[in-house]
């Protein structure tokens, strides 16, 4: 979200951001924001200069009205009572007027906030030019991708040749998009998790949090944009709750409305959580596999910080993700998400991909993003400088691993050609020592 100002100022700067998104619909907002921008200020100093003048009218009867009790002219006392009565008629008349023009200011106020909520946020000049993720662009690639010589199944097949999986059970429970993992699948997922939170406490020093698994409406028009939150959220029949999905909502919805002092940043925090998404959309849910799916667990960092740190520790984050994939000897790519792929809160995006042996390709498994100062202004999070001053400051998300999608690329790096599943020395210690699953099956 941007400050109305700047769009005041520069309305060129901002069609043309739009234009480099390929959202050129909302070019005509930018003028209607102007405008009603205009009209809600000349509002308010109406609304001012009508407040002063029912203040000077009502201070004014203040002594007409000590002079009216000592008078005992009635020629005078009818002057008198003539003056304070039009004084009356006239606060009267100006409180009419002030309510018309209040309720005039809140319907501008509205669609104001309506149109800002939909204007995306100014990208990097980094930022790849294009229309949709058919033009994200590689920068670099991290570990040899491997197409070993023997046939990998499918992730679900490899799942249950070690009895981890049952999709079948899940879908007579909850549906399409569920599943059961059991026993030593089941362990793996949760010894990514905990290798990835320790990585995150121990290496890079996080915070660890376990934020709410809900929120409300108010925190979701804050974190996410709109079309984002219905694809994406689950809401709670009659209730102002909706379940996360992801923890980077809930985490940077922790500061709302607060002043923090500079001091306190960089809050760097890791999060462990569910997520619940809907899935909508053209890509649906996978029907046999893990990869998209309505419920899955996640390990996240979040950075709050100053403005013109944001950049440094955006590079970090996507950094570690490699660190932590290939720590498991898994190869990945860093993508960099053209301006059509970024959501209209993000300054700049990339995902980190992992090497599918299978698939001869690779796929997401992380996306690391600095949304600037979008997310803070739209929560009202501010900082309070040493100066006194008040700013803004920028918030930063990245996935550090996201199991079961991030165990498709684990097993079909690992899998050798008996079928057994070899664990790399970091993950040992979480799963009893092991160093090979063996099927079962």
Not at 8 to 24: H, S
Request: proline share 6%; with cysteine.
């Amino acid at each position: 979200m941007l400050d109305i100002k700047f769009v005041r100022d520069n309305p060129d700067a901002v069609k043309e951001n739009i234009k480099k998104k390929f959202q050129d619909a909302k070019l005509p907002l930018v003028d209607e924001v102007i405008e009603k921008d205009a009209k809600y200020r000349a509002c308010l100093k109406e609304v001012e200069a009508l407040k002063a003048a029912r203040n000077k009218l009502s201070k004014a009867n203040g002594p007409l009205f000590g002079q009216l009790k000592k008078c005992t002219d009635e020629a005078q006392k009818a002057q008198l009572q003539a003056q304070i009565d039009a004084n009356n008629a006239a606060v009267k008349a100006d409180a009419d007027k002030m309510a018309e023009l209040e309720a005039e200011e809140a319907k501008l106020a509205d669609r104001i906030q309506e149109i800002m909520y939909t204007i995306p946020q100014m990208i990097d000049p980094s930022v790849p030019i294009g229309p949709d993720d058919s033009h994200n662009v590689e920068v670099q690639r991290f570990g040899e991708p491997v197409v070993p010589d023997f046939e990998i199944p499918h992730h679900v097949d490899i799942m249950q040749s070690f009895d981890g999986i049952d999709k079948d059970s899940a879908g007579r429970v909850a549906g399409m998009g569920f599943y059961y993992l059991l026993g030593d699948i089941a362990r793996l997922h949760e010894a990514v998790l905990a290798y990835a939170r320790d990585f995150m406490i121990d290496e890079k020093h996080f915070t660890y949090v376990i934020p709410p698994f809900m929120m409300h409406g108010s925190v979701v028009k804050g974190v996410m944009s709109f079309p984002e939150m219905e694809a994406m959220m689950y809401k709670i029949e009659g209730e102002d709750l909706y379940l996360i999905g992801t923890s980077e909502h809930s985490m940077v919805g922790r500061f709302i409305g607060e002043i923090l002092p500079e001091s306190s940043l960089p809050q760097t925090l890791t999060s462990y959580s569910p997520c619940f998404r809907k899935e909508k959309g053209s890509h649906g849910i996978e029907e046999r596999g893990v990869y998209r799916i309505h419920q899955f667990e996640k390990q996240e960092m979040i950075v709050v910080c100053k403005p013109e740190d944001s950049m440094d520790w955006y590079n970090r984050m996507w950094k570690w993700s490699v660190e932590l994939f290939r720590s498991m000897d898994i190869p990945v790519r860093q993508l960099e998400c053209c301006s059509g792929d970024l959501a209209d809160l993000k300054v700049k995006s990339c995902d980190i991909e992992a090497w599918s042996p299978r698939q001869k390709k690779y796929f997401e498994v992380c996306s690391c993003s600095n949304l600037g100062d979008a997310q803070a202004r739209r929560l009202k999070i501010r900082v309070k400088g040493e100066d006194g001053k008040m700013y803004l400051p920028h918030t930063l998300n990245n996935t550090v691993v996201a199991p079961p999608r991030m165990l498709i690329a684990f097993l079909e790096n690992n899998l050798q050609a008996d079928g057994s599943v070899l664990i790399p020395k970091v993950l040992q210690p979480y799963m009893g020592g092991k160093a090979v699953l063996i099927p079962k099956k």
